[in-house]
């Protein structure tokens, strides 16, 4: 048993769910002592963090920028599965590939302006 009573299966489901299931082999397996810091590239970082949000799925997440060093197949696979899992995703990012999986969008237009509305109807398109 793991953390909150959580298997080794359970727990490479989900390392599986954010791309990173090699890391259990490669690093020498579940009990090994790292410092991760060193170990893991900025992709792995972010696809960790990802894995740590899905393994508390709490109602609300902010993510700022979470996905930069992460491609563009698993960005869509990691936000569409954090939405299955029922988390409200409140996003900040350069990318507007993320934009289909929000309803709304918020955007800084300069200096003290914004615009916040409904997400525009062709980004609502691109969900199909």
Same mark, same amino acid.
């Given at each position: 048993m793991r953390a909150k009573g959580r298997t080794d299966d359970e727990l490479l489901e989900l390392l599986k769910q954010v791309r990173l299931e090699y890391i259990v082999g490669r690093e020498g397996g579940w009990d090994k002592d790292n410092d991760w810091n060193d170990v893991l590239s900025g992709g792995e970082k972010q696809r960790m963090a990802m894995g740590r949000l899905i393994y508390h *799925?709490?109602?609300?997440?902010? %993510? &700022?920028?979470?996905?930069?060093?992460?491609?563009?197949?698993?960005?869509?696979?990691?936000?569409?599965?954090?939405?299955?899992?029922?988390?409200?995703?409140?996003?900040?990012?350069?990318?507007?590939?993320?934009?289909?999986?929000?309803?709304?969008?918020?955007?800084?237009?300069?200096?003290?302006?914004?615009?916040?509305? *409904?997400?525009?109807?062709?980004? %609502? &398109?691109?969900?199909?």
């Open positions: *799925k709490p109602t609300y997440a902010i %993510l &700022d920028e979470c996905t930069s060093a992460v491609s563009m197949d698993v960005e869509g696979h990691l936000y569409s599965y954090m939405k299955e899992q029922g988390i409200t995703l409140i996003t900040v990012s350069h990318r507007d590939t993320l934009w289909k999986y929000h309803n709304y969008l918020l955007r800084f237009c300069g200096d003290k302006d914004f615009e916040f509305g *409904k997400m525009p109807q062709e980004q %609502l &398109d691109k969900r199909k």
